[in-house]
């Protein structure tokens, strides 16, 4: 393992088995498969990700370790884990972002619009008056279902492997915001590196 | 206590305590307050309570029983046994109702769309082209946040106290649906019947 891998380790404790996304693999140590830095904390049975396109400032995905696509394929104690971490992650995310909410949602199989058939929580900070500019607080809904809330796209898009389930799943009309575009591996290697430095301060209970 | 109160109460284990949604009474044993007899499922920490008017068929609320209004202010355990619940219940209602997925939900806060101060996670099953008509798999954000999935404004409307979140919060353009009526106190009560015997049919694991 090159010096360079383990500084990259390093930002993610207990990150030194490989963890999937789906068929995506995240980690940020191995760098011939195409997987994006993006995990920023992880726990023997839970991890937590940024995202490619982020839908507001600070949207951040939690997942199980273990790749199943529905919540009733988890054990007590990973659905425990899962939460507690969405609890945990929401906290953090609230903070550094000067929220005062936040949304948080599981498309739980298919037909609720699932696109990665691996259990994830979104987990979205929110403000007053922050989707004013598209429609309303609710906005959010159409943003996370449309085109830019499709994990499984922006992963296909950063050259991992294809799905045809984005194809499958039936889609609320997205709404359009040209000006946002994908970011790059190193933006998002700082904001998950951020992210864990940040998840240290974060009080356990 | 009369025998009738007593035959109602028999349908909700545990729940000899009165148990509020917000400022709102749910628990079936009384009748006085204009309370709903809505709550089909108790554990110490956590409750599980059928609407008065569901945007899909199936569609619950999963509460902890004490009154705080974010996920950040439940105990680790309360936040544990909640999505327990939340598992557990969702496996019934998407099991009775012959579905294949599951929209899981928290509005966490006045700004992510929260209509009652107090935490709830919606459930609601879903099936393949249940929601065709309505534009697809992902309108079910719409009537969740338009004026449908205002369970706040529904317990206003059956009779319980008032409150100015509603007028507070920004809400998403209604999705038209003049065709559904709320539902009657009986249809509740014999729904929540059936669903607490169901839940007794429910692995706990």
Do not use: W
């Not at 383990?6 to 980690?27: D, H, N």
């Not at 000067?98 to 619009?113: C, E, R, T």
């Not at 979205?124 to 085109?147: N, S």
């Amino acid at each position: 393992m090159s010096s360079d891998s383990s500084e990259k380790m390093s930002a993610v404790k207990g990150a030194a088995a490989p963890i999937y996304f789906g068929p995506f693999l995240v980690t940020p140590q191995v760098t011939k498969y195409h997987q994006l830095p993006q995990v920023f904390y992880t726990t023997p049975l839970t991890y937590a990700l940024v995202n490619l396109k982020p839908i507001l400032p600070g949207h951040v995905l939690v997942s199980p370790r273990r790749v199943v696509p529905r919540v009733s394929d988890l054990t007590a104690a990973e659905t425990s884990d899962l939460f507690l971490t969405v609890r945990r992650v929401g906290r953090m995310v609230e903070r550094i972002h000067g929220a005062s909410a936040l949304n948080i949602a599981v498309q739980d199989g298919l037909n609720a619009g699932q696109s990665v058939p691996h259990v994830h929580c979104h987990i979205i900070p929110r403000k007053a008056a922050d989707l004013d500019h598209r429609g309303g607080t609710d906005a959010i809904y159409d943003m996370l279902d449309g085109e830019e809330g499709d994990v499984g796209k922006v992963f296909r898009e950063a050259g991992n492997s294809s799905s045809e389930r984005a194809e499958t799943r039936t889609r609320f009309p997205v709404v359009d915001d040209k000006d946002r575009k994908p970011r790059g591996p190193e933006d998002m290697k700082a904001e998950a590196e951020m992210l864990a430095r940040e998840m240290e301060k974060e009080p356990v209970g």
